[in-house]
């Protein structure tokens, strides 16, 4: 029967750990131990003793080199987490803002009725006969006026620059899963070159 390559590399895979080549060291091993076995001579014996040693002191560093990096993976994984966290605590603290700034919009909102009711008082109280009172009203209006209108503005800039904020804070969550995600193909692609290497160094 026929195997297409995922399913030949998946093999592989399986019976060669993590593709370090342990399963031609564990070959070598036994062919060394059997020759061992049957050395007719002692200086065959010493020789193929030696190899397997030799073998050993090579399995011991392919298993050494695997546990740093699952340790590597492990401390990149609670990094990542840690990442992911602060960028949730991120959202929700840009979430709080987008919401103050809401509420502000709404003062604001009332402030204006009130300014615009303040304005039909002030076309009222014109018709008053103490002119020179009337004069210091509408002076007072015109400032709490300004006032608000700065109050509008500084309160509309604070919303556009937490929308841009926000904005940003989303296309960098786009950009790190993008990259998480390149990270991982490229794994795979180099882990699917290595064991083809291997396999067409064998052959």
Known sequence: ????????????????????????RINLLVKSFIKWCNSGSQEEGYFQYQRMLS?????????????????????????????????????????????????????????RKNRQEYDALAKVIQHHPDRHETLKQLEALGKELQ????????VEDKLELRRKQFHVLLSTIHELQQTLENDEKLSEAEESQETQMEAETKQ
């Open 147 to 154: 006032h608000l209108s700065h109050i509008k503005e500084n």
């Open 55 to 111: 073998t050993l002191s090579q399995c011991e560093f392919s298993m050494g080199k695997t546990l740093l990096v699952y340790d590597m993976n492990l401390r990149e994984m609670e990094n990542y987490e840690k990442i992911y966290k602060d960028i949730e605590n991120s959202i929700a603290a840009a979430h709080e803002k987008i919401s103050e700034c809401k509420k502000q919009i709404l003062q604001a909102k009332r402030i």
């Open 1 to 24: 029967a026929s195997f297409s390559a995922d399913e030949v590399i998946r093999k592989r895979l399986l019976i060669d750990g993590d593709g370090a080549g342990d399963d031609r």
